[in-house]
């Protein structure tokens, strides 16, 4: 199985900075994508930003202000915040789309997954 290990939230002013971290473990053969999804208080989770190929999409609401990025080698995404606002409050989620590997009585198994981390808050004070 592949696991999401989240790191980097908490508590800040208005016009701060936060920078969150995950990291994936486990039987990855290959990591496809990797990004951050948020869920506000009493809404439904929607995308941040999401790192495919090379390539970084990110919601109308956070660019110019968030920033993505992978380091492929050590299977990890990062998300700085900057210029918070308070509506920028929610459970910050990474997720992943991988191919696990598992060898099993000598036959290699793939298997695609997607994963989450287990949410991190993020609360900005106005």
């Known amino acids: 199985q592949v696991q999401l290990v989240e790191s980097g939230g908490g508590l800040v002013q208005a016009g701060g900075s936060l920078r969150l971290s995950c990291a994936a473990s486990?039987?990855?053969?290959?990591?496809?994508?990797m990004g951050w999804y948020r869920q506000p208080p009493g809404k439904q989770r929607e995308l941040v930003a999401r790192?495919?190929?090379?390539?970084?999409n990110y919601s109308d609401s956070v660019k110019g202000r968030f920033t993505s990025s992978r380091d492929n080698a050590k299977n990890m995404v990062v998300l700085q915040m900057d210029s918070l606002k308070p509506e920028d409050t929610a459970v910050y989620y990474c997720?992943?789309?991988?191919?696990?590997?598992?060898?099993?009585?000598?036959?290699?198994?793939?298997?695609?997954?997607?994963?989450w981390g287990q949410g991190t808050l993020v609360t900005i004070s106005s």
């Open positions: 997720n992943a789309e991988a191919i696990s590997k598992v060898v099993n009585a000598s036959k290699e198994i793939y298997r695609y997954l997607e994963v």
């Open positions: 486990g039987s990855i053969f290959r990591i496809i994508s």
């Open positions: 790192i495919t190929s090379g390539s970084t």
